[in-house]
T-cell receptor
Framework: GIQVEQSPPDLILQEGANSTLRCNFS?????LQWFHQNPWGQLINLFY???GTKQNGRLSATTVATERYSLLYISSSQTTDSGVYFC????????????FGRGTSLIVHP | NAGVMQNPRHLVRRRGQEARLRCSPM?????VYWYRQLPEEGLKFMVY????????ESGMPKERFSAEFPKEGPSILRIQQVVRGDSAAYFC???????????FGEGSWLTVV
């Protein structure tokens, strides 16, 4: 199956700082999604981004499918950004079942 | 437009009992995915279903676990003869088509005592 690696595993920021989270995957994919799991366990879909760049408020994401990576940018971080960020790609070539990386745990201090 | 609904949110079972977790997908969604999350770990795929069909159950243990998505009603994840190692959060997600954005429910937390 396709392997997903996320970095860094942990990140601690002061409120207002910017950050970049990375997702590498081992094979070409036809879709990629970013999720945020808040401290209460709720999983929210942030982006569906198989290629290109998308922006939503302070968050933006870029996927370079040919080089097998995606980046999630968080600008002017807030305490509510704390939680775990996951990227998900298809479990194998030809599949549509999302498989998840181990995530980046983000803590934003006030 | 209601999101993905899971119940119960919390479930406590004694070893050897059965656990049934229910998932109603978003309106208009016919694809359902179940994931398990152990403490401090990521989400592990268990099973993918469409109405009345199991499409892929490669992530589900062969014994004690089963899933269904009947023509009418919610998808059910059933765990028979639970053991302590089954204690986890079980998340359901749905999509309108294969490969499209998936949306998660709030999860069901199973504790086996």
């Amino acid at each position: 199956g396709i392997q997903v690696e996320q970095s860094p595993p942990d990140l601690i920021l002061q409120e207002g700082a910017n950050s970049t989270l990375r997702c590498n995957f081992s094979d070409s994919v036809n879709n990629l999604q970013w999720f945020h799991q808040n401290p209460w366990g709720q999983l929210i879909n942030l982006f569906y981004i198989p290629s290109g760049t998308k922006q939503n408020g302070r968050l933006s994401a870029t996927t370079v499918a040919t080089e097998r990576y995606s980046l999630l940018y968080i600008s002017s971080s807030q305490t509510t950004d704390s939680g775990v960020y996951f990227c998900a790609v298809p479990i194998s070539g030809g599949s549509y079942i999302p498989t998840f990386g181990r995530g980046t745990s983000l803590i934003v201090h006030p | 437009n209601a999101g993905v609904m899971q119940n119960p949110r919390h479930l406590v079972r004694r070893r050897g009992q059965e656990a049934r977790l229910r998932c109603s997908p978003m309106k208009g969604h016919s694809h359902v995915y179940w994931y398990r999350q152990l403490p401090e770990e990521g989400l592990k795929f268990m099973v993918y279903l469409q109405k009345e069909n199991i499409i892929d159950e490669s992530g589900m243990p062969k014994e004690r676990f089963s899933a269904e998505f009947p023509k009418e009603g919610p998808s059910i994840l059933r765990i028979q003869q639970v053991v302590r190692g089954d204690s986890a959060a079980y998340f359901c997600a749905s999509s309108d088509r294969a490969g499209n954005t998936i949306y998660f429910g709030e999860g069901s937390w199973l504790t086996v005592v």
